[in-house]
């Protein structure tokens, strides 16, 4: 079963809005990272927030963590076309035999519109 | 460098033919990993490796082997194609599989058919 849910699923937005993405998981972390995937591509890692972290932020992107909820957000700030992909949370594990697996979201697709 | 690589980018099977989705990384890469994206369903994990000679089962594993004999080689053979096969794969790498942050580092993945 999958350890993160994203929502929205679908997002569309005006280029210049900002867009907010959320991801809920169900078991404790170390870190949750975040993944942006464009149409056909593989995915790219975007920015990683540690379990003892509240926000962090890395040019126009902004995470915040709330463990109590189990949930992260992203906020993609001043969006431009270029930002049209589908985006993941993938939160990290071990295995038993202590190996790490990362898990990942169902992802929201967000379009920019120009 | 090249990174993650992938061969092919697409395949047609027939139900119960097999065939090997190559995967290659030439960062040096302890952790490599397999996973296949449906759509509504987002990555799942098929097998993993943390190094030369060890690997292990993930989420999904069942109709699909891999093996690991050098560092940079993470192959993925499916033994006897099934239309529920049909997917996309990905391969992955991490600097190591025992650390507790990996950024992973994803090739453009294998779009196979399976008819």
């Known amino acids: 079963s999958q350890q993160g849910e994203e929502d929205p699923q679908a997002l569309s937005i005006q280029e210049g809005e900002n867009a907010t993405m959320n991801c809920s998981y169900k078991t404790s972390i170390n870190n949750l990272q975040w993944y942006r995937q464009n149409s056909g591509r593989g995915l790219v890692h975007l920015i990683l927030i540690r379990s003892n972290e509240r926000e962090k932020h890395s040019g126009r992107l902004r995470v915040t963590l709330d463990t109590s909820k189990k949930s992260s957000s992203l906020l993609i700030t001043a969006s431009r076309a270029a930002d049209t992909a589908s985006y993941f949370c993938a939160t990290d594990g071990f295995f038993s035999g202590g190996y790490q697996k990362v898990t990942f979201g169902t992802g929201t697709k967000l379009q920019v519109i120009p | 460098n090249a990174g993650v690589t992938q061969t092919p980018k697409f395949q047609v099977l027939k139900t119960g033919q097999s065939m090997t989705l190559q995967c290659a990384q030439d960062?040096?890469?302890?952790?490599m990993s397999w996973y296949r994206q449906d759509p509504g369903m987002g990555l799942r994990l098929i097998h993993y490796?943390?190094?030369?000679?060890?690997?292990d089962q993930g989420e999904v594993p069942n109709g699909y082997n891999v093996s690991r004999s050098t560092t940079e080689d993470f192959p993925l053979r499916l033994l006897s194609a099934a239309p529920s096969q049909t997917s996309v794969y990905f391969c992955?790498?991490?600097?190591?599989?025992?650390?507790?942050?990996?950024?992973?580092?994803f090739g453009p993945g294998t779009r196979l058919t399976v008819l």
């Open positions: 490796s943390v190094g030369a000679g060890i690997t």
């Open positions: 960062m040096n890469h302890e952790y």
């Open positions: 992955a790498s991490s600097l190591s599989g025992t650390r507790a942050y990996n950024e992973q580092f």
